[in-house]
């Protein structure tokens, strides 16, 4: 009888311990969280034309360092320092009274020296006539024809000097010789401005502008074939402060020889400028063309990942597992990255909520997005 009722108490316990245990799988089991969202994008391959990256040097077309042509005393200052400034435009005036007294002493002298000339001319002509009827010697003939010819001679010199003090009143007036900005007076009014030799002022021209940046020799034989087939090859231009690159200019000079000590070659771009928001001495990234590839993978930047010295993504492969891959990059372009080896046009790649996977063969919950469009959708996955 005792017997009988162990055998019914340990039924009964081993009953309710596994009645507990199954109890606990179950609760366990609704517990285990849901895979992780992701967010994927479907690798393909297309032609696409891959860009170098360079820092260059905002430089103007046209740099004018303004001198006198005359020396004299500074009249009058005529431009807002900084301001923008028309071809022709007076700048500095300089007294032009010593200049005035000159010329009108040219014209007395040419109205001497006319005077003279018809004289001679007059004499020369009596002389021929004498000459014929032998009342003139030869000897006197000549001397009246040198005498004229001398005072032509004469008014030739006075048309020039006349000329020339001309020139220099037009000298006193200082003008732009071409539109830009000015910069700063750095001679002011009643100081002494001598001949090629006083900084007035300096002036630049604002538009367009050059863009002048160094290209290393393996950079200038991969764009050798681009170049060449574009006459005027694009380039794409950003400043100091500004995302990406969004000013657009054309290569409008390729240097005739390597810098020897540097081992790069010099490129010049040519800019527009309507806004100046380019100014000479900036700095600017500048974007070349430098190869063409029929079959390019290119996938978001932020998904290729580094152990070391290797670079590897991760796909979603069968079950939704993910699957760790390394790959072989290539240059970046803008926001994307462009891979060599290790991917295969169709696979999927992970580009959003890559923290979320702890290990290699972690089940993921993918959700499809553009792979242009991975930017714009970094948080669909992550929420």
Known sequence: MVKKIVAITLLGFSTLVLSACNHGEASNAQQLPPPPAVGVA????????????????????????????????IN????????????????????????????????????????QLSLSDKQAKRASQLLKTKALSREEYDQRIAARDSARAE????????????????????????????????????????????LLTTLVSVDPMYVYFESDEQSLSASRALLSVNSTPKVRIGLSGEQGYPHHGALNFIDNRLNSDTGTIQFRAVVANPDNTFKPGQFARVEMPS????????????????????????????????????????PRQGSLMVIRKGLQPGEKIIVNGLQ????????????????????????????
């Open 42 to 73: 479907e690798v393909s391959a297309a032609t696409t034309t891959l860009w170098r990256s360079f820092t260059g040097r905002v430089a103007a077309p046209e740099t004018v360092e303004l001198r006198p042509r005359v020396s004299g005393y």
């Open 76 to 115: 009058s200052v005529s431009f807002t320092e900084g301001a923008l400034v028309e071809r022709g435009d007076v700048l500095f005036s300089i007294d032009p009274r010593p200049f005035k007294a000159k010329v009108r002493a040219a014209l007395a002298e040419m109205a001497k020296v006319r005077s």
């Open 155 to 198: 008014l030739d010199a006075a048309a020039a000097a006349l000329e020339n003090a001309q020139l220099e009143l037009q000298y006193t007036e200082v003008k732009a010789p071409i539109s830009g900005r000015v910069g700063r007076a750095l001679v002011t009014r009643g100081n002494l401005a001598r001949t090629d030799d006083t």
């Open 291 to 330: 190869e063409q590839v029929t079959e390019a993978i290119l996938v978001d930047s932020k998904a290729v990942l580094t152990d070391q010295d290797r670079r590897y993504v991760y796909i979603v492969g069968e079950n939704n597992l993910s699957e760790r891959r390394q790959v072989e990059i290539g």
């Open 356 to 383: 979320k996977i702890l290990l290699p063969g972690m089940p993921v919950m993918p959700e499809l997005v553009a792979m242009d469009n991975s930017l714009k959708n970094t948080q669909a996955a992550g929420q």
